[in-house]
């Protein structure tokens, strides 16, 4: 099955369990307030009724579902981000790219050896270009192999040194994450080898990436690249375009 199939497939499924979702509530909240302010008790034969009018409702006017969804994903969102939206947004220090001082903060949650992060660089980099206020935070989250957690380590020990965007991406253009990658990686970014040997061999590292697999856990992330900004989380290689909607969402 192709990629737009199985996404097809995967939105009519979705459609389909909040369609039957809305049918429920909604005609749960009509029979509980009909039956508040009505002295003789409701029938079934009325709440059948009434769940027939929403369902034809819903089915001649299919285009509130997409609708529907986001507002249910927003919902959710701010659930999981309740409690844990300064945590996401504090960076390990000089793990940022774009501004960092800048006022939108976009999360990205990576591992240097997902493919589908690979295909979100370009597109991370164009959404900085257009948005100079725009700050990313980058959480590393090597959960694909030992060799992404080896460029992780090695990542944030740049970011000790401030050179975390030259090793960023140095990293991507190295290909995938192996003893000779990381280290071309790091001569490209111009790191001190001996400085990030210290840096790496310090509980703080680990600590860092524990706290990101942490953070992942409570957001629902169970893959990378996962996003947040805002009170929006999104999982996968969205796009540009997408990104740059979210941080025009943000932005207000």
Excluded at 3 to 32: C, H, I, N, P, Q
Excluded at 36 to 53: D, I, K, Y
Excluded at 113 to 122: E, P
Excluded at 180 to 185: G, H, P, V
Aim: net charge neutral.
């Amino acid at each position: 099955m192709s990629e737009k199939s199985k996404s097809l497939r995967s939105f009519g499924f979705a459609a389909l369990g909040l369609m039957l979702m809305l049918l429920g509530g909604v005609a749960g909240w009509a029979w509980e307030s009909r039956s508040a302010v009505t002295v003789a008790p409701v029938g079934s034969a009325q709440r059948a009724e009434l769940e027939q009018t929403i369902r034809d409702y819903i089915l001649d006017h299919p285009e509130i579902l997409p609708e529907a969804m986001d507002r249910l994903r927003l919902r959710e969102s701010r659930k999981q981000l309740a409690g844990v939206a300064n945590l996401v947004e504090a960076p390990f220090l000089g793990a940022v790219l774009g501004n960092p001082q800048g006022k939108i903060t976009l999360v990205e949650f990576t591992d240097f050896g997902c493919t589908y992060c690979r295909r979100s660089v370009a597109d991370v980099e164009a959404v900085i270009a257009a948005n100079p206020d725009l700050r990313v935070v980058v959480r590393e989250l090597p959960i694909l192999s030992p060799a992404s957690r080896d460029a992780a380590r090695m990542a944030l020990a740049a970011a000790e040194q401030g050179r975390y965007a030259a090793f960023h991406a140095a990293m991507w253009q190295a290909g995938q994450p192996d003893t000779q990658s990381i280290a071309a990686a790091a001569r490209a970014a111009g790191l001190d080898m001996a400085r990030a040997g210290r840096v790496i061999a310090s509980p703080g590292i680990d600590a860092e990436i524990a706290r990101n697999l942490d953070l992942a856990r409570q957001l629902g992330f169970n893959g990378t690249p996962s996003w947040v900004i805002g009170d929006q989380i999104m999982s996968g290689a969205v796009g540009a375009e997408q990104l740059a909607k979210a941080v025009a969402a943000a932005r207000g």
